[in-house]
């Protein structure tokens, strides 16, 4: 049922009045024929799997105009309903004695409703039941709601979606949030007339020029502050701080002590030595300096 099942229950070009008028040759089956077609389809017999998928084509149309409010187009639809159709044959077991379209129903609502969120926005929607269920029940609720209660305000029809949906508030105005909101390019102008794109009010992620300047110019003084500072240091001090601190890749107190010639122990005392030596050179820094960018350099 691959090939020739996926070549008749494809949109083919054309209009989708014409594809209508095709599926509706197919003639419907009985109880008895539908058990006999998907029982030969278990024993491999593909012309009978084809059978059942073209039988139940019109089910199909059926089910996609529910979700025609959406804006996608009715013929990319109908087409993930056939996907569906198609996988629920393939799983659809005739010794449960249901009819192959109330099983096939969940499989088309299946498919159609994932092509539609993912359609819908280029950002992850309706990843949670309850998301799903606001996504295609939302509009639906608030027509109805309006129906029967037209002097309600929004808040409150909120409140009741939200209540009949059996999810929060906080939810319902969330996902109303995202379903006005649909994908554009950066690209396109901003209003009908034609103007700056949608790029140009886009914040930069870099930071401002002034203050990019003033960055580089403090960084600029506290290098030359601790340049300062290590050269009153003793050479021994300055290697120890140089290589334990501002090296790449720092030496180990075993091999600063192999390096001097004294234990590890004693390596760790002058270090800890060097560094109050250090700090107290940069005391005059960390006045005019913002402290965590000390504590960085020491």
């Keep these: 049922m691959q090939t020739s099942a996926e070549e008749s229950t494809s949109l083919a070009p054309g209009s989708l009045s014409l594809y209508l008028s095709e599926i509706s040759k197919y003639p419907l089956l009985s ?31 059926k089910v996609a105009y529910e979700y025609r409010s959406y804006g996608i187009k ?6 993930e309903g056939n996907i569906g159709l198609m996988r629920a044959v393939q799983k659809f077991d005739p010794t449960r004695e249901i009819r192959l379209i109330s099983y096939a129903v969940w499989w088309i609502r299946a498919y159609i409703q994932n092509y539609i969120l993912k359609s819908w926005s280029l950002v992850k929607l309706g990843t949670t039941q309850a998301q799903r269920k606001l996504f295609f029940s939302l509009a639906r609720t608030r027509r109805e709601l309006e129906r029967y209660s037209p002097g309600e305000t929004a808040v409150t029809n909120v409140d009741e979606i939200a209540r009949r949906l059996r999810v929060k508030p906080a939810e319902v105005r969330e996902m109303e949030q995202r379903m006005a909101g649909r994908d554009f390019s950066l690209d396109a102008p901003i209003g009908n007339e034609g103007g700056s794109p949608h790029l140009d009010l886009v914040a930069s992620p870099n930071a401002a020029q002034d203050d990019e300047f003033a960055d580089k110019e403090e960084a600029g003084i506290i290098k030359s502050k601790v340049q300062v500072a290590l050269q009153r240091l003793d050479p021994r001090e300055r290697f120890i701080i140089e290589q334990r601190v501002m090296n790449g890749r720092q030496l180990t107190l075993k091999e600063l002590g192999e390096h001097f010639g004294f234990s590890r122990e004693r390596a760790r005392q002058l270090e800890i030595s060097a560094k109050d030596k250090l700090k107290e050179e940069l005391a005059q820094l960390a006045e005019e300096v913002q402290p965590e960018i000390l504590a960085e350099r020491a």
């Design 74 to 79: 009715m013929s990319d639809l109908i087409q």
């Design 31 to 61: 109880v008895k024929e539908e058990q006999k077609l998907a029982r030969q389809f278990l024993r491999k017999n593909l012309r009978a799997g084809h059978k059942l998928v073209t039988s139940n084509l019109r089910f199909v149309v």
